[in-house]
């Protein structure tokens, strides 16, 4: 099937791009990009150098015959250098990522998504709306990540109770949860809304919500309303109270905002 490029679209050097590709407006694909067959990159965004979009399955390597694996990429995109997108992947706009991000086929992201460099989105996960996943976070297949939640760095997801076997468990992480740096989730552990994982902590047991947990194994703390910020003394959580930067409700509250939302519905 024939392209569908732009005008307004702006391709350096060294760009390789298949067939059936939609590249919209005013979209800028840096240096040395590849683009694979498939693939649909909507308008305002920006493809950093040597990315590679649509990357092959595993399909592919039986015959060498690139099958049809979707790759859309929604608004205003901002993908740094040397990410490598597989298809079979649907991703919503504003995304954002560092350098040398991975994402894996089967993946579901939604809008106003951050991820940090080095990170890898292995397959089947879904991630939704305003999700920030910081620098070198590993999120294993199955995964199902909701809206708002924070990962920070070296955060580990795993999915194998028993590794290696053919039964895995993904992890379910609820509104609002927060994971700090260098935590592992075992496999199938549900952290539900709004809990707070301390860091260094290794979960092995389903976390409850409003509660903090920390240590190895992690244990329960107290209820997130008794942390207290470390420089002004006054009440942290549920961070969706004290946190507007890049939040829908960062001209206002996020009670305002609810209501509002409830409003036009």
């Known amino acids: 099937m024939p392209n569908n ?4 679209a702006i391709i350096k050097e060294g760009v390789i ?6 590249i919209e407006d005013n979209v800028y694909i840096d240096y040395g990009c ?3 067959d498939n693939v649909h990159i909507k308008k305002g965004s920006f493809i950093g150098a040597r990315s590679i979009l649509g990357e092959y399955l595993v399909d592919f390597y039986n015959d060498r015959i690139n099958k049809k694996h979707p790759l859309i990429i929604g608004e205003n995109a901002l993908i740094r250098t040397e990410n490598v997108i597989y298809g079979d992947t649907i991703i919503g706009d504003n995304f954002q990522t560092g350098h040398k991000v991975t994402i894996r086929e089967n993946t579901k992201i939604g809008n106003n998504v951050k991820i940090g460099t080095l990170s890898d989105i292995q397959h089947h996960v879904y991630i939704g709306n305003y999700v920030n996943i910081h620098s070198n976070v590993f999120v294993g297949e199955k995964s199902i990540i909701k809206d708002f939640v924070w990962l920070f760095p070296h955060v580990v997801l795993t999915n194998d109770p028993t590794p290696p076997s053919n039964k895995l468990l993904g992890v ?9 740096a260098r935590s592992v989730v075992l496999p199938g552990i549900h952290i539900n809304e709004d809990a ?4 260094g902590a290794v979960v092995t047991k389903d976390v409850p919500k409003e509660t903090v947990v920390a240590g190895n194994p992690a244990r329960e703390i107290c209820s997130i309303r008794k942390i207290k ?3 002004t003394g006054e009440q942290v959580y549920p961070w969706r109270y004290t946190f507007k930067r890049d939040m829908p409700w960062e001209e206002t509250d996020y009670d305002t905002w609810v209501q ?3 409003i036009k519905n």
Do not use: P
Not at 5 to 8: A, D, F, L, R
Not at 17 to 22: A, F, K, L, R, S
Not at 172 to 180: D, R, Y
Not at 196 to 199: C, H, T
């Open 196 to 199: 707070l994982v301390g860091a």
């Open 229 to 231: 910020n470390k420089i």
């Open 34 to 36: 590849i683009i694979r």
């Open 172 to 180: 379910t992480i609820e509104l609002f949860a927060v994971v700090a």
């Open 260 to 262: 509002n939302i409830s």
């Open 17 to 22: 791009i298949g067939e059936n590709v939609t």
């Open 5 to 8: 490029i732009s005008k307004s």
